[in-house]
């Protein structure tokens, strides 16, 4: 037996319970197709932030698009992301089509979300899948989008991260020639110089390919370290000071908070995929036994994307698309899995019929939040952009760095994305750079350069306690715009003492 008869179910009248499986399959692809597309029909043109960091990602693109560093010391107007570049490069490339607003950002997800759906697709497909059997692995991916509270489609690094990791990941596995080869290595590259995680991946897949394939592994890995040499070189020359800080030293020493563990295994992985993940298990249980070379490489397609994910969620608590590359890995493997169990055993095609209907049924009702009310948002976005816009002056609102903008004033930001900066400890430098901060921003709090400063709660900006005091909360915790349970829209307001 081979690895394609392990996965290739036999030919069979469409009324058999295999049959019925595979008319399922297409309904639901149907089913969740059209709620993804719904869902992106209504964030991409939603003209306000509907996640906190969108605003900050709206700010990184307007610096690419005037030529400023992307990486410098934290300013009161500009703290920069721990992320490598590239998203926000493609993102001011898609403002040229859809102009410098969040559209642009939300467009680079979605082509890249419809672009995986395709790469896993064609993957499923040169693994020996039928077309029908092979639309499993996109539907899976797609069946998770309805569990994962929009984030496919914000504007967010992680959907271009995935397609570039997965397609890189595709053409080194299914092709031979030197120049499969040499767009592999470009692939991955450019995945690593958007999220660093992709160097957690690749570097594993590459020591495991040298055992499977070593000569193309020799042309694919020289790509990757070559392409990604050059983009350090290149960036560390546009920002010689403060790129190696925000990309290796800063996630680095961030505390890890280790209790968080619990929290991924359970409520991330046995809780959202158990079903997914005991086909995977048994899948690679199976392919030990025929096809040693296959089954190392998902293997390690496994363990580093389920290490990686399991990093970035006790990194600052990440939020779910942390583990967006082990859910994508575990879609794969769930997909060879149900494929496997109805190629191979005939008296259970019953059991897993039931256990795919199962997995689908989690997914629509999962521990995730959902949909999101955006038509119920945009009033309160409207309203707390005009009372904004009527303040005199200087506002500080943190967070908002892009919002602030459209209301017709200076952006500014404590913290936010940046917090990583002032958890980060790597010695007297790190001091210094957060004395540094604390002290231009006392001095603005001091000379009462802003007419009112909006918070969360009021308490996350203790510097602010000598120089304003509480005026209002202008919209109460239960009616404000909320993402994954927390909300997007600080409503207490402070103004200068008399």
């Known amino acids: 037996m081979n690895f394609k ?47 906190w960091l969108e605003g900050g990602s709206m700010q990184v ?24 570049p590239f998203y926000f490069y493609v993102t001011a490339a898609f403002t040229t089509v859809f102009g410098v607003d969040f559209i642009a950002g939300r467009m680079v997800s979605f082509v890249a979300t419809v672009a995986t759906l395709c790469i896993l697709y064609a993957l499923m497909r040169k693994e020996g899948l039928s077309r029908i059997m092979a639309l499993l692995a996109p539907l899976f991916y797609l069946a998770f989008s309805a569990n994962a509270s929009g984030w496919y489609t914000l504007m967010r690094v992680d959907s271009l991260f995935i397609v570039l990791l997965f397609a890189g990941l595709y053409a080194y596995w299914h092709y031979r020639s030197t120049l499969a080869m040499y767009v592999a290595g470009f692939l991955l590259a450019l995945a690593l110089f958007t999220k660093q995680q992709a160097a957690m991946i690749c570097v594993p897949l590459f020591i495991a390919g040298l055992y499977v394939w070593p000569k193309k592994t020799v042309v694919a890995f020289g790509v990757f370290l070559a392409f990604a040499t050059a983009l350090l070189l290149l960036f560390m020359y546009k920002n010689p000071d403060w790129f190696l800080i925000y990309m290796v030293t800063i996630p680095a020493t961030v505390p890890k908070f280790w209790w968080f563990t619990k929290n991924f295994l359970g409520r991330d992985v046995l809780i959202v995929l158990p079903i997914a993940i005991a086909f995977s298990l048994y899948f690679l249980f199976d392919v030990w036994k025929i096809d040693r070379k296959k089954a190392l490489l998902y293997s390690v397609l496994l363990i580093s994307t389920g290490l990686c994910s399991w990093l970035s969620r006790i990194h600052s608590r990440a939020d779910v698309n942390g583990a967006f590359t082990l859910y994508t890995a575990l879609h794969i493997l769930f997909a060879l899995g149900v494929a496997h169990v109805l190629a191979r055993h005939a008296a259970q095609k019953l059991l897993c019929y039931l256990l795919v209907l199962l997995h689908f049924a989690s997914c629509a009702f999962g521990v995730y939040n959902k949909a999101l009310p955006l038509k119920n948002y945009r009033k309160q976005d409207e309203l707390f952009l005009d009372y904004v816009r009527n303040l005199p002056g200087e506002v500080f609102i943190p967070d908002m760095q892009y919002m602030q903008s459209k209301a017709g004033k200076r952006s500014y930001v404590y913290r936010d994305g940046g917090h990583d900066i002032y958890r980060a400890d790597f010695g007297d430098d790190s001091r210094a750079i957060k004395d540094n901060y604390r002290k231009k921003l006392v001095e603005a709090l001091r000379q009462k350069r802003f007419s009112a400063i909006i918070l969360y709660h009021g308490d996350e900006m203790p510097e602010k306690d000598a120089y304003y005091r509480f005026k209002e909360q202008i919209q109460s915790d239960n009616d404000s715009h909320t993402f994954n349970g927390g909300r997007i829209l600080p409503n207490t307001v402070f103004v200068p003492i008399d």
């Open 61 to 84: 693109v307007q610096r690419v698009l005037a030529g400023l560093p992307l990486y410098t010391e934290p300013s009161l107007d500009y703290l920069p992301y721990i992320y490598t």
């Open 5 to 51: 008869e392990l996965i290739t179910p036999k030919r069979c009248n469409p009324f058999t319970p295999i049959g019925w499986v595979e008319i399922f399959i297409v309904l639901f692809a149907c089913y969740y197709t059209g709620i993804y597309f719904i869902e992106a029909y209504d964030i991409i043109p939603y003209p306000y932030q509907v996640f």
